[in-house]
């Protein structure tokens, strides 16, 4: 089954480490009827574990090579296979009138923009469990005023309440990536709790805010809000953008006209 080679442009670094598997799977908590999809199947090292748990399983897979081994050794009746790339898939559409369990080795080269298009759904999600690269999680549960800290531990600790379950060594892979990797588990926050007035004017301001992120804030984020503003809101105009909470960047936002 390991015949395959991983492509390079599809980021694949196949899971091979049974006991690996048998943790990420444990930390699931299966249910039979639990509505899971799973991201980058690859060869099925957790689609045969997931089965055994579940009555039925969708994956996304983009490699066609893949796709059609899977359709070979699966019944169809248990397992629906999307063939696309995860960035264009609508996550909505899958869950139906249910929420979705989210589970997937993420591919490394587009971890960033993949979790961005993902924490879209997290209204019709219940939990993702997902394995990245190590300095990938370390970002998403970083901080205020530590290196890591950046835009993706705000936009993402905006929607979810994220966890650091695990370290995986390379050697658990094949190939073996470069790097230390990483499981993680995000559930969405309740509603309530996402309190921006206006989400897309928030997105805009974090964006900004870590576009420079060396620069003082009167300076990476003039044309949103000049100096004597930030210290009228007692945010400091020389601070930097990790030095402000996903509090301060969510009542900048709703201060801001």
């Given at each position: 089954?390991?015949d395959h080679?991983?492509?390079?442009?599809?980021?694949?670094?196949?899971?091979?480490?049974?006991?690996?598997?048998e943790?990420?799977?444990?930390?699931?908590?299966?249910?039979?009827?639990?509505?899971?999809?799973e991201?980058?199947?690859?060869?099925?090292?957790?689609?045969?574990?997931?089965?055994r748990?579940?009555?039925?399983?969708?994956?996304?897979?983009?490699?066609?090579?893949l796709?059609?081994?899977?359709?070979?050794?699966?019944?169809?009746?248990?397992?629906?296979?999307?063939?696309?790339?995860?960035?264009?898939?609508?996550?909505?559409?899958?869950?139906?009138?249910?929420?979705?369990?989210?589970?997937?080795?993420l591919?490394?080269?587009?971890?960033t923009?993949?979790?961005f298009?993902?924490?879209?759904?997290?209204?019709?999600v219940?939990?993702?469990?997902?394995?990245l690269?190590?300095?990938?999680?370390?970002?998403?549960?970083?901080?205020?005023?530590?290196?890591?800290?950046?835009?993706l531990?705000?936009?993402l600790?905006?929607?979810f309440?994220i966890?650091?379950l695990?370290d995986?060594?390379?050697?658990?892979?094949?190939?073996?990536?470069?790097?230390?990797?990483?499981?993680v588990?995000?559930?969405?926050?309740?509603?309530?709790?996402?309190?921006?007035?206006?989400?897309?004017?928030f997105?805009?301001?974090?964006?900004?805010?870590?576009?420079q992120?060396?620069?003082?804030l009167?300076n990476?984020?003039?044309?949103?809000?000049?100096?004597?503003?930030l210290?009228?809101?007692?945010?400091?105009?020389?601070?930097?953008?990790?030095?402000?909470?996903?509090?301060?960047?969510?009542?900048?936002?709703?201060l801001?006209?």
């Amino acid at each position: 089954m390991h015949d395959h080679p991983a492509r390079k442009r599809f980021g694949q670094h196949f899971l091979i480490d049974p006991s690996i598997i048998e943790r990420i799977v444990a930390c699931l908590g299966l249910q039979a009827n639990d509505q899971v999809v799973e991201i980058g199947p690859g060869l099925g090292a957790l689609t045969a574990p997931l089965l055994r748990h579940l009555d039925r399983l969708q994956v996304v897979e983009i490699d066609r090579d893949l796709v059609d081994r899977l359709r070979r050794k699966y019944p169809t009746e248990r397992l629906t296979i999307h063939a696309a790339d995860a960035l264009t898939v609508d996550f909505g559409a899958l869950a139906g009138d249910g929420k979705l369990r989210l589970i997937g080795n993420l591919p490394y080269n587009i971890s960033t923009p993949l979790l961005f298009h993902l924490a879209r759904f997290a209204d019709v999600v219940s939990d993702m469990h997902f394995m990245l690269q190590k300095e990938v999680v370390d970002r998403m549960i970083a901080a205020p005023a530590s290196h890591a800290y950046g835009r993706l531990s705000v936009m993402l600790q905006y929607r979810f309440v994220i966890d650091g379950l695990f370290d995986v060594p390379p050697t658990a892979f094949k190939p073996p990536p470069k790097v230390l990797s990483a499981i993680v588990r995000l559930r969405p926050r309740p509603a309530a709790e996402c309190s921006a007035t206006d989400e897309q004017r928030f997105s805009t301001l974090v964006a900004a805010a870590f576009a420079q992120r060396r620069k003082m804030l009167r300076n990476s984020l003039h044309g949103l809000v000049d100096a004597a503003q930030l210290g009228e809101w007692a945010i400091a105009p020389t601070a930097r953008a990790e030095e402000l909470s996903l509090a301060d960047y969510i009542r900048l936002a709703n201060l801001l006209k």
